[in-house]
């Protein structure tokens, strides 16, 4: 059977950045698009926050991680709630990415949202921050990203 372990889990609340994250992983435009569905790229399988915010989906989380070698859990610095469980990324046995979006914003808690991705099961080493909209982290996150996966490639 092909593996599809060359692809990245986005996982996160509502609004919290991974669709932006993704395209400026790939050196897209930004394009604000919500996501409504699971979308399967070569690279990414983006889900729709509400896979996260709603208990009724978690079972449909699991079954995205079977088609991916890297989770990244993204948490926006901006948003007070949390919607994950302690030690959620542990069920996946799978390495897990941490990323803390919205740096660029004035009330931006990067403390809190570090907090809440170790909460979530992420080693605070593998936790990254960035701003999608000015770029800041990205090089840092991108390299270790690398280090699991192979961006721009098709899964194998
Ligand atoms: N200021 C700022 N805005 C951001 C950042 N990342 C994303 N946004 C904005 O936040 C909004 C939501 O971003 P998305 O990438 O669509 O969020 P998402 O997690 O994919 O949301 P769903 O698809 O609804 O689950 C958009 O208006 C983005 O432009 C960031 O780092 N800084
Ligand atoms: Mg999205």
Redesign the pocket.
């Known amino acids: 059977m092909a593996s599809n372990r060359n692809r990245i889990a986005m996982m996160?609340r509502?609004?919290?950045?991974?669709?932006?994250?993704r395209q400026r992983l790939m050196g897209e435009e930004?394009k604000?698009?919500?996501?409504q569905q699971v979308i399967y790229t070569d690279n990414f399988v983006?889900t729709?926050?509400?896979f996260i915010e709603m208990s009724l989906w978690h079972s449909e989380i699991v079954n995205v991680t079977l088609d991916v070698g890297l989770v990244i859990v993204?948490n926006s610095a901006i948003d007070p709630q949390n919607s994950i469980r302690p030690n959620f990324v542990q069920t996946f046995n799978l390495p897990a990415i941490g990323v803390v979006?919205?740096?660029?914003?004035e009330n931006a808690n990067i403390k809190r949202s570090r907090r809440l991705l170790r909460y979530a099961g992420v080693n605070d080493k593998n936790i990254f921050e960035?701003?999608?909209?000015t770029g800041e982290g990205l090089d840092t996150l991108s390299e270790a990203v690398h280090r699991h996966i192979r961006l721009g490639e098709k899964h194998l």
Do not use: Q
Not at 32 to 35: A, D, G, L, N, P
């Open positions: 996160g509502i609004g919290s950045g991974k669709t932006s994250l930004l604000y698009e919500k996501t983006d729709p926050g509400e993204v979006t919205k740096i660029d914003l960035v701003s999608n909209v």
